[in-house]
């Protein structure tokens, strides 16, 4: 009665790597930047740097997942680090 397609063999995280980079990225980026034009509005900059550095260093832990991308992630947070 269902039939199961399996995209990239078994075992692949193929396509959850795509959803999540294609439906809940964005979606969580649009919430979070909401969320920062609030909390600008409320005047608590410090409270907004705060949530803009745990999502710059949260993107860029998912992007060591994106295979091919560490190397780009690496040289990202060391010029955040050493400049």
């Known amino acids: 009665m269902y039939s199961i397609t399996l995209a990239a063999g078994f075992g692949s995280t193929a396509g959850i790597q795509n959803f999540l ?33 745990i ?10 997942s994106v295979p091919g991308a560490a190397v780009a992630v690496g040289g990202a947070i060391s010029a955040l680090v050493f400049q």
């Open 55 to 64: 999502v710059l260093l949260a993107c860029m832990i998912l992007g060591l």
């Open 21 to 53: 980079l294609v439906g809940v990225l964005p979606l969580a980026l649009i919430g979070i930047a909401i969320f920062l034009i609030f909390a600008g509005r409320k005047k608590d900059f410090s409270g907004a740097a705060t949530v803009i550095g």
